[in-house]
């Protein structure tokens, strides 16, 4: 009997049993051919395979690595990662493709914003796309949860 999905956190859980990033060591999260597919481009998603990691150190250069020490780097993916490129046009949620500038005009406008309220309720709808999407391979809301902190930390 398959379990009902409980939160979009649950539905895009993936198994962490991986390779220790060649670089820093960070054991990663384990992503799919589908997540490669869409942020790696040829010949690297070739030479990177479908057994790959995503290493979550943001200060690693490190994208993926696989466990024959293949990496590919910050700057070698399709788009920039939120966690690796701390840059105002970088996407903070690549579903809804809401950018970390989008988030820092909120706050400086209105001191608040409802972005992650806006992806809840899409994500409620079934709209997302994470695997596929998000670099990482999981759902947004915990980067945007730190992005909007160190937007109001001053950083
Ligand atoms: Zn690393």
């Known amino acids: 009997m398959s379990q009902p999905i409980q939160s979009h956190e649950e539905c895009c859980k993936i198994s962490t049993t991986l390779c220790p990033c060649p670089v820093c060591g960070n054991m990663g999260r384990r992503v799919t051919p589908r997540t490669l597919d ?11 395979g479908d057994d790959a990691t995503f290493c979550t150190n943001p200060d690693c250069k490190v994208v993926y690595c696989n466990p024959k020490k293949m990496v590919v780097l910050r700057g070698e993916t399709k788009f920039p990662v939120t966690i690796k490129d701390s840059g105002d046009d970088v996407y903070v949620c690549y579903c809804f493709q809401h950018k970390r500038r989008d988030l820092r005009r909120d706050l400086k406008e209105k001191g608040t914003t409802d972005i992650p309220d806006r992806i809840r309720k899409c994500v409620k709808e079934g709209m997302c796309d994470c695997e596929r999407k998000n670099p990482q391979g999981a759902c947004c809301l915990g980067n945007m949860t730190n992005a909007i902190k160190s937007i109001q930390e001053g950083r």
Do not use: G, T, W, Y
């Open 38 to 48: 869409n942020h790696v481009p040829s010949p690297l998603r070739e030479s990177i």
